[in-house]
């Protein structure tokens, strides 16, 4: 009977099959590592790359949650496949081809890196949510303009932040602009003779211009001369810095409550409000998609479009019924 044993001679491992012939054993290959460590330099890829900051945002935060996950083992395609299992049955399948979206592009940065073998998100099939599940509940749009003055009744006129508040909703309720968009805008982006904001760097990098209405021109200048600093951002918080996203819907849904409000107030269901409202108005789909700053007009067709359904469906009534 043949007996194999190890051992150790001079630093190397050999396997013994016999006592004259000893084999050189392989040393076992070290695997790559990867851990929260490195998500600063998927942050500076990121950033280099030209991504928004939300988007760089939300791209490390979900990295972030996956390396913690790990709990320190190395990733693999089994790992993956329990965190994307895990996320489904807290989020929607929209959200969740968001993180396999994201996770396929850190683990396509880290393997360029060297810090991986390979993508584990490569073996998992993509989420394909439906075009029902893609499409926001939008049954409580439009805003009403007595809704939209119940909100701005709400709001302190006898202060600067109430000020301001007053002109971000009329802001918001004359301009398609996304709020990433709003919060980064400056003041010289702002031009009052011709009641216009310019959007510099919006989504995919577009930029275009928002039409202001009369009101929402008074409540800017009202704002702007009673704050108390001068800052070359145009929304400010009390430190005279930048608004962040997460103040601008606290905002909104603190004054909703305060006005009674039973729909929900979110920041991005103003743009698709804002649509709705341009349809009613008489302007063509390439009018809308043109002021809300898209690429083409499918883009624009899947804003509202259940309010959008419901408006065509009582048209169509009407006109059945008509003698």
Same mark, same amino acid.
């Given at each position: 009977m043949m007996i194999r044993r190890r051992a150790h001679?001079?630093?190397r491992v050999y396997a013994k099959a016999g006592p004259h012939y000893p084999r050189l054993m392989p040393r076992r290959r070290q695997l790559p590592s990867i851990g929260l460590d490195d998500l600063l330099g998927y942050e500076r890829w990121l950033r280099a790359s030209?991504?928004?900051?939300?988007t760089v945002s939300r791209a490390v935060r979900i990295a972030r949650m996956f390396l913690c996950a790990l709990k320190g083992r190395p990733p693999d395609r089994r790992m993956a496949e329990e965190f994307m299992a895990s996320a489904a049955e807290r989020v929607k399948r929209v959200t969740l081809l968001?993180?396999?979206?994201?996770?396929?592009?850190?683990?396509g940065w880290a393997l360029s890196e060297g810090l991986v073998d390979n993508n584990p998100l490569s073996l998992i099939q993509r989420p394909r949510p439906s075009l029902s599940e893609r499409e926001r509940d939008t049954r409580h749009l439009p805003y009403l303009m007595e809704e939209f003055e119940a909100?701005?009744?709400a709001l302190p006129y006898w202060n600067w932040v109430g000020l301001r508040d007053t002109a971000l909703l009329w802001t918001f309720w004359d301009t398609p602009l996304r709020v990433g968009e709003v919060i980064a805008l400056h003041v010289e982006d702002l031009d009052w003779g011709l009641q216009e904001l310019s959007v510099r760097d919006g989504k995919a990098?577009?930029?275009?211009?928002a039409v202001l209405g009369s009101e929402a021109i008074l409540a800017l200048d009202r704002y702007l001369r009673h704050r108390p600093e001068e800052s070359e951002r145009l929304f400010v918080d009390r430190h005279s810095q930048a608004l962040t996203r997460h +103040? !601008?819907? =606290?905002?909104?849904?603190?004054?909703a409550q305060r006005a009674g409000w039973?729909?929900?107030c979110r920041p991005h269901d103003f743009r698709h409000s804002w649509r709705v409202r341009m349809l009613r108005l008489g302007l063509s789909d390439a009018h809308v998609s043109a002021l809300m700053g898209h690429r083409n007009v499918i883009i624009s067709q899947s804003?509202?479009?259940? +309010? !959008?359904? =419901?408006d065509a469906k009582a048209v169509l009534r009407q006109r059945l019924n008509a003698p």
């Amino acid at each position: 009977m043949m007996i194999r044993r190890r051992a150790h001679l001079g630093g190397r491992v050999y396997a013994k099959a016999g006592p004259h012939y000893p084999r050189l054993m392989p040393r076992r290959r070290q695997l790559p590592s990867i851990g929260l460590d490195d998500l600063l330099g998927y942050e500076r890829w990121l950033r280099a790359s030209g991504y928004r900051p939300d988007t760089v945002s939300r791209a490390v935060r979900i990295a972030r949650m996956f390396l913690c996950a790990l709990k320190g083992r190395p990733p693999d395609r089994r790992m993956a496949e329990e965190f994307m299992a895990s996320a489904a049955e807290r989020v929607k399948r929209v959200t969740l081809l968001n993180y396999y979206r994201d996770l396929r592009q850190f683990f396509g940065w880290a393997l360029s890196e060297g810090l991986v073998d390979n993508n584990p998100l490569s073996l998992i099939q993509r989420p394909r949510p439906s075009l029902s599940e893609r499409e926001r509940d939008t049954r409580h749009l439009p805003y009403l303009m007595e809704e939209f003055e119940a909100l701005v009744m709400a709001l302190p006129y006898w202060n600067w932040v109430g000020l301001r508040d007053t002109a971000l909703l009329w802001t918001f309720w004359d301009t398609p602009l996304r709020v990433g968009e709003v919060i980064a805008l400056h003041v010289e982006d702002l031009d009052w003779g011709l009641q216009e904001l310019s959007v510099r760097d919006g989504k995919a990098g577009v930029k275009y211009e928002a039409v202001l209405g009369s009101e929402a021109i008074l409540a800017l200048d009202r704002y702007l001369r009673h704050r108390p600093e001068e800052s070359e951002r145009l929304f400010v918080d009390r430190h005279s810095q930048a608004l962040t996203r997460h +103040a !601008v819907e =606290q905002m909104m849904r603190r004054t909703a409550q305060r006005a009674g409000w039973v729909k929900p107030c979110r920041p991005h269901d103003f743009r698709h409000s804002w649509r709705v409202r341009m349809l009613r108005l008489g302007l063509s789909d390439a009018h809308v998609s043109a002021l809300m700053g898209h690429r083409n007009v499918i883009i624009s067709q899947s804003y509202a479009r259940q +309010a !959008v359904r =419901q408006d065509a469906k009582a048209v169509l009534r009407q006109r059945l019924n008509a003698p």
